[in-house]
């Protein structure tokens, strides 16, 4: 059973960010189910991996149309992005010297990412796009 699942209110609104945090859902059930299984030093490689080639992918992007669209938050947004990143190479840094039993830490901080940074920021960049261009949604890539 996933720890947590996509829900309609999740939704940005911008179908390849939605697909890029549906994806973040999944390694986040991925982690818990790995824990459940007891096999989660064995998972967490790949995991790091995927999360760091989301925050590089997905964070670029998200902020470039931010700058396109002159939204005002995109300093304190790009920072929390930042933070994100930095606790992944982190926990990659602490996979690669051996220490065990991180994928409890990844996933509260997964847990915690989709909590706080989705659903209260990325969902707030949404309403400031359609406060400029009404229901219409920009296309980011």
Do not use: C
């Not at 790949?46 to 902020?63: D, K, S, V």
């Not at 700058?67 to 995109?74: D, F, T």
């Not at 990844?106 to 920021?121: D, K, R, S």
Request: charged share 20%.
């Amino acid at each position: 059973m996933p720890l947590v699942e996509w829900k309609p209110e999740y939704s940005v609104g911008i179908d390849a960010f939605d697909d890029d945090h549906r994806q973040l859902f999944s390694l986040l059930n991925q982690a818990y189910a790995s824990v459940s299984a007891r096999q989660g030093d064995l998972a967490l490689n790949h995991i790091l991996r995927e999360l760091a080639y989301y925050a590089q992918t997905h964070f670029r992007a998200e902020e470039a149309l931010m700058k396109r669209y002159g939204y005002p938050e995109l300093p304190a947004h790009k920072a929390k992005h930042d933070y994100f990143t930095a606790q992944i190479a982190q926990f990659s840094d602490h996979f690669q010297s051996g220490q065990v039993g991180l994928i409890i830490e990844v996933t509260n901080t997964l847990q915690l990412w989709l909590t706080e940074h989705i659903l209260q920021y990325d969902l707030a960049y949404a309403s400031y796009y359609r406060s400029k261009d009404g229901e219409n949604l920009p296309d980011p890539r």
